[in-house]
């Protein structure tokens, strides 16, 4: 045994249940599945094949979408000169403890500080003040790949928190705060799709408290899910910018009467941290469980042989490979260097949907053993229909880990009616639902007595006396966060 395949064998199972300790259990996996590694700068991580095939899916999905509604991808630099930060006040001070500086170039000073790109908004509405000049220009809907910095000083945690990571905003301008409005919840509804029928989670819609907006956003709309670890996680976000950004930066147009108006913005992310909620939601003492169509690998095959049937067993499997290739993402898993039992275990840590295990038995009956990885189910599978059941199974492997996950968010919701009562269900890792007026006033208090925030309040809330100073309010959502 070569030494390669004995130090993986030491390391390949995990040493924590999930729900023995979840959070040594997270970072375990996120290792050991090699989703992610370490890196020298602390809170920053190498995203691995594997997690960066499932941003790559996500990529391709939500491309397609925003492109079929006329959207165009662009690329803007990530220094932003001091100057343009300073422009929108509120939006600075909301990163300005975040933003990370170049101040220096080789051995001489920078005339202006440059900040490694929070967020995109300013340098891109500085090219916006250049492009738009009439109401033919617009609407204007552009969107970005990148990376972005934020030098948090929380414990870091790979792709739920660091201080770099990756994501997609979307900046668009308008000729009304109408048409403005159709593009945020637009962008809204493709992220739900996304997050629920890709991702398989479920989530929780609504507006953000005027605390815990966007800086310099008009409103900001988001997508809230609950994480097995009794925390909230906020799954993308998209803001109504009103004309907040386009005055301090002179985007103006010609309307169609000839006269000049200020334009209306956009912006919309969604970053690699739903590869993290992918983790908590699905994952199992085993592992990564991965939903099938976000899955880099759905399918992998594993042929189990010995020296005297060795060449049946392997063309019978390349035959199988062969005839499912092109329907579906599969990982024909030939080494000889690893034992069946080994590759079962790594399939199982990585999270592939199926596995199909052929050995002399199966060629000899013309069958394949098919495994289940989110309920360890084995199922015989005859070759002649394997293909619409191998569909099958996969369509069914989504919706039960979206059912799961549905369950869990559900279950973990507590309707209280006092300060006592939220106090009890913030001790039990709960989702609290209660009534809420939206003044930063009210929600301070709660901040600083129970050391939460708001999370969403639905869009469809019911009308609520606010559970701090009793005057008329909605149902809003709190809870811990990450």
């Keep these: 045994m070569d030494n390669n395949n004995k130090n993986s064998k030491k390391n390949l199972g995990l040493s924590v249940k999930k729900y023995d300790n979840i959070s040594e259990w997270y970072s375990e996996v996120v290792i050991k599945s090699e989703l992610a590694d370490y890196s020298k700068v602390s809170g920053c991580i190498v995203y691995r094949p594997l997690s960066y095939g499932i941003w790559e899916n996500i990529q391709e999905i939500f491309n397609f979408m925003i492109k079929s509604s006329g959207h165009k991808n662009v690329y803007f630099p990530m220094l932003i000169p001091e100057s343009l930060l300073l422009k929108e006040k509120e939006h600075i001070e909301g990163f300005s403890p975040e933003v990370a500086w170049v101040t220096e170039a080789g051995n001489s000073k920078l005339n202006e500080k440059l900040a490694i790109?929070?967020?995109?908004?300013?340098?891109?509405?500085?090219?916006?003040?250049?492009?738009?000049?009439?109401?033919?220009?617009?609407?204007?809907?552009?969107?970005?790949?990148?990376?972005?910095?934020?030098?948090?000083?929380?414990?870091?945690?790979?792709?739920?928190?660091?201080?770099?990571?990756?994501?997609?905003?979307?900046?668009?301008?308008?000729?009304?705060?109408?048409?403005?409005?159709?593009?945020?919840?637009?962008?809204?509804?493709?992220?739900?799709?996304?997050?629920?029928?890709?991702?398989?989670?479920?989530?929780?819609?609504?507006?953000?408290?005027?605390?815990?907006?966007?800086?310099?956003?008009?409103?900001?709309?988001?997508?809230?899910?609950?994480?097995?670890?009794?925390?909230?996680?906020?799954?993308?976000?998209?803001?109504?910018?009103?004309?907040?950004?386009?005055?301090?930066?002179?985007?103006?147009?010609f309307n169609k009467k000839g006269e000049e108006e200020y334009v209306y913005t956009t912006s919309w992310g969604l970053s690699t941290r739903t590869i993290g909620a992918l983790v908590l939601v699905h994952g199992d003492d085993k592992g990564l469980v991965l939903p099938p169509k976000i899955a880099p690998v759905q399918i992998v095959i594993v042929p189990i042989f010995k020296e005297d049937n060795k060449s049946k067993v392997l063309e019978f499997s390349e035959k199988i490979y062969n005839a499912l290739k092109d329907d579906f993402k599969i990982f024909f898993d030939d080494r000889e260097n690893y034992t069946p039992g080994w590759k079962f275990n790594e399939s199982e840590l990585k999270g592939y949907p199926l596995r199909l295990e052929i050995g002399i038995k199966e060629v000899e009956d013309n069958i394949v053993t098919v495994f289940k990885r989110n309920t360890f189910e084995k199922l015989k599978v005859n070759v002649d229909v394997l293909k619409s059941k191998i569909k099958t199974l996969l369509d069914d492997i989504q919706k039960e880990l979206f059912e799961n996950a549905k369950k869990l968010l559900y279950d973990n919701i507590v309707k209280v009616d006092s300060l006592d009562e939220f106090e009890s269900a913030l001790k039990n890792n709960k989702l609290i639902y209660a009534g809420f007026c939206g003044s930063e006033e009210c929600e301070s208090k709660i901040k600083e007595q129970f050391s939460i925030t708001s999370r969403v309040i639905p869009f469809d809330s019911e009308e609520k006396n606010c559970i701090v100073c009793s005057k008329k309010g909605k149902y809003a959502y709190f809870s811990k966060s990450h």
């Design 117 to 253: 790109r929070p967020t995109s908004e300013t340098i891109i509405y500085d090219s916006y003040s250049k492009w738009i000049r009439s109401h033919r220009d617009l609407p204007l809907l552009l969107n970005q790949w990148c990376s972005v910095v934020r030098w948090e000083f929380k414990h870091p945690k790979p792709f739920l928190r660091g201080r770099e990571f990756l994501w997609q905003e979307g900046h668009t301008a308008h000729a009304s705060f109408e048409d403005a409005e159709k593009e945020v919840f637009l962008i809204l509804n493709y992220y739900k799709d996304l997050i629920q029928n890709y991702l398989a989670i479920p989530v929780i819609e609504g507006y953000k408290s005027s605390l815990e907006k966007f800086a310099g956003a008009h409103y900001t709309t988001a997508l809230e899910s609950f994480m097995p670890d009794g925390k909230a996680l906020q799954m993308a976000t998209s803001h109504h910018l009103g004309q907040n950004f386009s005055k301090p930066f002179e985007i103006k147009f």
